[in-house]
């Protein structure tokens, strides 16, 4: 067989699931990739963010539906798409950050109350200004929920980056909306691990926040002890 036609298979080749679903295998892989990659972000591993990026590319290619494929059935996810590139550039950021960060290994921490407002105002903004876009763009509906798990994993991988602990948090508002609109677009893979990172970024924000409050606790640093009292002292 032709190498690049072998190639060709392998890359659209798919699952038959009952009642005629398909699934496409490098939707699995990526996706067990970005498991990966989050097993690494919760215990700080700088390895996180080249596993994370490889799964980014599988997926990309994914989301843009009918255009890498032969089956024309499968729906567009320009967000979803759209926001794999934002995870490659977010990542090498986070990479460099983390493999120069003091100690060798990042401190979580809470995000300034300024920056937490700000994370907030994108979203919304973020999600509002995009919205529009999307649908000119031919994106799946509710594409309102397509610009929201966008704009949320963008500021997910951000906070990640900066080794702010409320990155979790925000994960946990992308999957709210990213599961049903996964399985209502037919990508079923993607859905199930949206609905175990759910659980799992739940788990990985309680890390996090007991490793802040241990590693960042201040170090109480005792007074010297006196100095020895000598005989002549009392007299």
């Not at 999307?134 to 994106?139: E, I």
């Not at 980056?161 to 948090?169: D, P, R, Y």
């Not at 994960?171 to 799992?200: E, R």
């Given at each position: 067989?032709?190498?690049?036609?072998?190639?060709?298979?392998?890359?659209?080749?798919?699952?038959?699931?009952?009642?005629?679903?398909?699934?496409?295998?490098?939707?699995?892989?990526?996706?067990?990739?970005?498991?990966?990659?989050?097993?690494?972000?919760?215990?700080?591993?700088?390895?996180?963010?080249?596993?994370?990026?490889?799964?980014?590319?599988?997926?990309?290619?994914?989301?843009?539906?009918?255009?890498?494929?032969?089956?024309?059935?499968?729906?567009?996810?320009?967000?979803?798409?759209?926001?794999?590139?934002?995870?490659?550039?977010?990542?090498?950021?986070?990479?460099?950050?983390?493999?120069?960060?003091?100690?060798?290994?990042?401190?979580?921490?809470?995000?300034?109350?300024?920056?937490?407002?700000?994370?907030?105002?994108?979203?919304?903004?973020?999600?509002?200004?995009?919205?529009?876009?999307?649908?000119?763009?031919?994106?799946?509906?509710?594409?309102?929920?397509?610009?929201?798990?966008?704009?949320?994993?963008?500021?997910?991988?951000?906070?990640?980056?900066?080794?702010?602990?409320?990155?979790?948090?925000?994960w946990i508002?992308?999957?709210?909306?990213?599961?049903?609109?996964?399985?209502?677009?037919?990508?079923?893979?993607?859905?199930?691990m949206y609905?175990?990172?759910?659980?799992?970024?739940?788990?990985?924000?309680?890390?996090?926040?007991?490793?802040?409050?241990?590693?960042?606790?201040?170090?109480?640093?005792?007074?010297?002890?006196?100095?020895?009292?000598?005989?002549?002292?009392?007299?």
């Amino acid at each position: 067989m032709d190498p690049l036609q072998w190639l060709v298979e392998v890359f659209s080749s798919q699952w038959v699931l009952p009642g005629g679903q398909t699934l496409l295998v490098r939707e699995v892989v990526g996706n067990a990739f970005g498991l990966a990659s989050a097993l690494g972000g919760m215990r700080r591993k700088v390895w996180a963010w080249p596993v994370g990026i490889v799964g980014n590319l599988l997926l990309l290619t994914v989301f843009l539906g009918s255009a890498l494929s032969p089956d024309p059935s499968l729906p567009h996810l320009l967000g979803q798409a759209g926001r794999q590139l934002m995870f490659i550039a977010v990542a090498v950021y986070g990479w460099v950050r983390w493999r120069h960060a003091d100690g060798g290994r990042i401190v979580p921490r809470w995000a300034p109350a300024g920056a937490r407002v700000g994370l907030v105002l994108v979203l919304i903004v973020g999600t509002v200004a995009l919205t529009p876009v999307f649908r000119a763009l031919g994106s799946w509906e509710p594409v309102w929920a397509d610009a929201w798990t966008f704009v949320g994993s963008l500021l997910a991988t951000y906070g990640m980056a900066k080794g702010w602990t409320e990155f979790w948090l925000i994960w946990i508002a992308v999957d709210v909306v990213g599961v049903p609109l996964l399985f209502s677009s037919g990508y079923y893979a993607t859905g199930v691990m949206y609905l175990f990172y759910g659980v799992f970024t739940a788990i990985g924000f309680v890390i996090w926040w007991r490793a802040q409050r241990r590693e960042a606790a201040p170090i109480e640093i005792l007074p010297p002890d006196p100095s020895p009292r000598r005989p002549d002292d009392d007299a």
